[in-house]
């Protein structure tokens, strides 16, 4: 058994239980490491630090990783227009691999030989941590308590108040958060019977459409290489980009999602999302793809998209094929520069112009004008040509045989 492990650490009911568990049941040092990627508020800093301190902890770090976590993964997600099964944008999958960094470094620098997580054994997030934490660092031991203690929600509130834990939590749950920059993943309590619609009380971050303003607006989305770069021609910085985008577009009430998706662990689950910012940025993203990607290599890409998401849907962005796919979407992106314009109605999102320096629209190709440059007599031979194969064996073969 490990001596000291560093926890990946929320500030939560459970993972402040298992600071104090895993001294108590297993003799370890605990250090306590958040990673903020956009789910801390103002003044939850001190408040986290508190809590660890009081559950026992030996150190607390608390780490604000979000211009990493904005640069360094949902750029690239956002490249490949990263859509878990085409509708989700992997909001809590992305967040684990930069978790997983700033834990193997604090287990670095504090001397710990392990790094513990608060998963369950059915969810997929322990798939996440332990898989990247084993690519980065297989020296060290991954300990996972909630997997092991078998403590239902009344019974780590018991321990709480018995180990004078300041948690503001009750036996009753209704629902289990996530949340980061990219969105907000909920679940349990009546989303578990997948034919229940959605109550309104988990959403935060947007607006019922009938709430929304009546009146239609529009925001620009600029991009630079595929990367976001200002808002209605205002430059402004990943972070704030996202931030205010979040803000505007959830206003209009888009970006709900309720699915039932495939976990890796084999069950299927129905989760209920909100991501306003994430899916307005692919939306626009993928527009501007349509008019400066090469036609074969926007087509190769979106059979690629679909396995980006998979991998990191399933922990996988450190494995060599995740580095792989991401070289070859890094390579379409250097003519993705230009503008969208998104519309936003209640409840929609949609983009009705796009521009780019170097797109690949032709107008006087496209142009049934008078300026019309197209060359329409090469067409018939064309169209022979392109058909023939399918002419033969209709003659030989097929309806066209006698």
């Given at each position: 058994?490990?001596?000291r492990v560093?926890l ?30 956009g789910?801390l ?11 660890a ?7 607390v ?17 956002l ?8 509708k ?16 193997v ?5 504090h001397?710990?030989?392990?790094v ?13 941590f ?63 019977n ?50 205010r ?34 899916l ?10 349509g ?13 690629i ?9 399933d ?9 792989a796919?991401?070289?070859?979407v ?5 003519h ?6 998104l519309r936003?109605?209640?409840g ?20 049934y ?10 067409s ?17 073969q097929?309806p066209?045989?006698?």
């Amino acid at each position: 058994m490990a001596k000291r492990v560093v926890l990946a650490y929320s500030g939560g009911l459970d993972t402040s239980v298992a600071v104090r568990w895993m001294r108590e049941e297993w003799g370890v040092e605990v250090v306590a490491c958040a990673v903020d990627v956009g789910q801390l508020r103002e003044g939850e800093e001190d408040t986290i630090r508190e809590r660890a301190v009081a559950a026992g902890a030996v150190e607390v770090e608390v780490i604000d990783a979000r211009e990493e976590y904005a640069r360094d993964f949902l750029v690239p997600a956002l490249q490949a227009n990263a859509l878990y099964e085409g509708k989700y944008p992997l909001v809590s999958a992305l967040s684990r691999p930069v978790i997983v960094e700033h834990l193997v470094a604090s287990a670095r620098r504090h001397g710990a030989d392990a790094v513990g997580h608060g998963c369950t054994g059915k969810g997929n997030d322990q798939v996440r941590f332990e898989v990247s934490t084993r690519v980065l660092a297989p020296d060290l031991e991954v300990l996972a308590p909630v997997r092991n203690w078998g403590l239902s929600r009344a019974d780590c509130v018991e321990l709480a108040a018995k180990w004078d834990i300041p948690i503001g939590a009750t036996k009753e749950k209704l629902y289990s958060i996530d949340e980061n920059m990219w969105g907000r993943a909920i679940e349990c309590g009546v989303l578990e019977n997948p034919w229940s619609s959605p109550p309104q009380e988990p959403y935060s971050i947007t607006k019922h459409p009938k709430d929304a303003p009546s009146e239609p607006t529009d925001v620009v989305v600029q991009f630079d290489a595929g990367v976001p770069v200002a808002l209605d021609g205002e430059r402004v910085g990943l972070v704030e980009c996202i931030d205010r985008l979040t803000t505007t577009v959830g206003g209009y009430g888009f970006g709900r999602l309720d699915m039932v998706e495939n976990r890796r662990v084999g069950i299927k689950s129905r989760e209920v999302y909100e991501c306003p910012a994430s899916l307005a940025l692919i939306l626009a993203h993928q527009d501007l793809e349509g008019i400066t990607l090469e036609r074969d290599v926007m087509r190769e890409k979106q059979r690629i998209e679909i396995r980006v998401s998979e991998l990191i849907y399933d922990g996988m962005w450190h494995a060599p094929l995740m580095q792989a796919l991401r070289a070859f979407v890094d390579s379409t992106q250097q003519h993705v520069t230009g503008e969208v314009r998104l519309r936003l109605d209640p409840g929609r999102c949609y983009a009705v112009g796009r521009r780019a320096p170097r797109g690949l629209y032709d107008h006087d190709l496209a142009t049934y004008d008078a300026e019309d440059a197209f060359r329409h007599q090469d067409s018939e031979g064309f169209v022979r040509l392109w058909g023939l194969s399918a002419e033969t064996w209709s003659r030989r073969q097929g309806p066209g045989a006698r």
